[in-house]
């Protein structure tokens, strides 16, 4: 085995359809793992499960029964899960917290962070029965930041950091690790328009050492090396894959 092999392991990965989440997904089979492909979109999900020829369950992950049914349908169809990544998110309206619409507020916190103490407490008791498992928590730069115009996300992306650290010192006994996994700018769909805003990506990339948008195949490798043997005595860690950007003086 070497030390980033994920054969005989069953990972569960949310917002897999696309971005980061199928970078994740893909780069877990790619090394061995049985990966279950997960989003609300239930389109989406046929088609990655088609390509990937993999398991497929859609679930609104604001839907505590629906977060059931992804659980119970992995276990059913692989018998156990030994690693889980909660990546679905959104970012939500931007702007200042004294003009936050507390609808979407409680929007953004349920599908970032409510919907990650659920689904952990879901999923890690069987990574116990399994003789134990890791969890990644896909967490923000944004977290570790302030942040004039992303409110909420900003907010529950730091709590997401810290259940990790809670939720590594309550199941590390058992053998369950927990990380939180924060990237920066990263280079997807959704960044498209400020990759094509000139003066945004000058200013952005003169606050990041090596000058460049991260790839989705960078945060995934560092997904893979925290769900594997090679990370086997990380917990209760936040990983930042930034290019620098949390550490730099902007010189």
Known sequence: MTPFDLHGKVAIVTGSTRGIGLAIARMFQDHGAKVVISSENIDDCDRVGRELQALAIPADVTDAAQLATLVDGTLD????????VCNAGITG??????????????????????SQVQLCNLALPHMVARGGGSAILVSSLSGLRG????????????????????????WGPRNV??????????????????????????????????????EVQEVAGTALFLASPAGGFVTG???????????????
């Open 147 to 170: 942040n004039g115009a992303i409110n909420a996300y900003a907010l529950a992306k730091a709590g997401v950091a810290q259940l990790a650290r809670n939720l590594a010192v309550e």
């Open 93 to 114: 309206r931007p702007g200042p917290f004294a003009a936050i619409d507390m609808d979407d507020f409680d929007r953004v916190m349920a599908i970032n962070l409510r």
């Open 177 to 214: 690790r927990v990380n939180a996994l924060s990237p920066g700018f990263i280079r997807t769909e959704l960044s498209a328009p400020l990759l094509a805003d000139a003066a945004f990506m000058q200013r952005r990339m003169a606050m990041t050492p090596l000058r460049r948008p991260g």
């Open 77 to 84: 169809r692989h018998g156990g899960v030994d690693i889980l």
């Open 237 to 251: 860690h936040n990983l930042v894959v930034d290019g620098g950007t949390l550490i730099t003086d902007g010189s």
